[in-house]
T-cell receptor, first 115, second 111 residues
């Protein structure tokens, strides 16, 4: 196991609702990245947090937002859920910060289903 | 925009043979490239990282090559085992914080 834990593991929401996903990063890691993985696709970068600040964002609308806490754990919030938001949401922790060339440790993911 | 291509078709090989997976990319010159393994319903697990100035890297039965001229990486598993069956993802840096992933290649190793 990587030491990165995500909760919940599975979630079903209705279109238009809001959801919060949580990630506890590996001890000593100050960087958390969030990814969305649709079935049969690779993970798509949502954003990254380094020392509580967002330091990069992928091609996702503003209704995807996040937080990183002083203990480096993190939340992903998605507002106004759409059916296409159904996916596996992955959190990855690392010690890279702005340097991307370090190993990332992924959690087991949260499977979100929007109905 | 950056594009990563991995074989979309599954790779089926016999136990004991060498599996070779391909990752091709366009429109970028990454400083490094990573390979991950992903099992169904699980998060990716880091396997190897290779930098642009490294031609080849090995770890136990795994070998990765990185050809920046061809814009291609090859991932080899020697003496493959049924337990190696999984999806293998290639990932590139984009200069700092963002790593982009390919769609992955599914490997099946038959006993």
């Amino acid at each position: 196991e990587t030491g990165v834990t995500q909760s919940p593991t599975h979630l079903i929401k209705t279109r238009g609702q809001q959801v919060t996903l949580r990630c506890s990063s590996q001890s000593g890691h100050n960087t958390v990245s969030w990814y969305q993985q649709a079935l049969g696709q690779g993970p798509q970068f949502i954003f990254q947090y380094y020392r509580e600040e967002e330091n990069g964002r992928g091609n996702f609308p503003p209704r995807f937002s996040g937080l990183q806490f002083p203990n480096y754990s993190s939340e992903l919030n998605v507002n106004a859920l759409e059916l296409d938001d159904s996916a596996l949401y992955l959190c990855a922790s690392s010690q890279g910060g702005l340097k991307g060339d370090t190993e990332a440790f992924f959690g087991q993911g949260t499977r979100l289903t929007v109905v | 925009s950056q594009k990563i291509e991995q074989n979309s078709e599954a790779l089926n090989i016999q136990e004991g043979k060498t599996a070779t997976l391909t990752c091709n990319y366009t429109n970028y010159s990454p400083a490094y490239l990573q390979w991950y393994r992903q099992d169904p319903g699980r998060g990716p697990v880091f396997l190897l990282l290779i930098r642009e100035n490294e031609k080849e890297k090995r770890k136990e039965r795994l070998k990765v090559t990185f050809d920046t001229t061809l814009k291609q990486s090859l991932f080899h598993i020697t003496a493959s085992q049924p337990a190696d069956s999984a999806t293998y993802l290639c990932a590139l840096d984009t200069g700092g914080f963002k790593t982009i992933f390919g769609a992955g290649t599914r490997l099946f190793v038959k006993a």
